[in-house]
Nanobody
């Protein structure tokens, strides 16, 4: 059974860098054809896909967030990391990590972690 758990600071100040970790259990993040995404949902809005890191370590980001986003991984800890630079209050959202197989729907989600950007 695949489980994902997000963690990180709940409050970030404007202009700072948001950094979140997703700890995965039940499957290796290097298992073939698995893609590991970060997704967010601002209050009162729909889900927004941020980007993914693939089983081979390649990354792909949403064009709207690409200039501020970095997704990396620590295979020894089976963890993913999201960094979002120069945050503004518009980055306030519930942040999720999720997994899918190539071309498929998301099959497992973390519970999410709330991040508020405020001074």
């Amino acid at each position: 059974q695949v489980q994902l758990q997000e963690s990180g600071p709940g409050l970030v100040k404007p202009v700072q860098t948001l950094s979140l970790t997703c700890t995965v259990s039940g499957v290796s993040i290097t298992t073939a054809y698995n893609y590991w995404s970060w997704i967010r949902q601002p209050p009162g809005k729909g889900l927004e896909w941020i980007g993914y890191i693939a089983y081979r370590g390649t990354t792909y980001y949403s064009p709207s967030l690409k200039s501020r986003t970095s997704i990396s991984r620590d295979t020894s800890k089976n963890q993913l990391t999201l960094q979002l630079n120069s945050v503004t209050p518009e980055d306030t959202a519930m942040y999720y990590c999720a997994t899918s197989e190539a071309g498929g729907d998301f099959t497992s989600w973390g519970q999410g972690t709330q991040v508020t950007v405020s001074s």
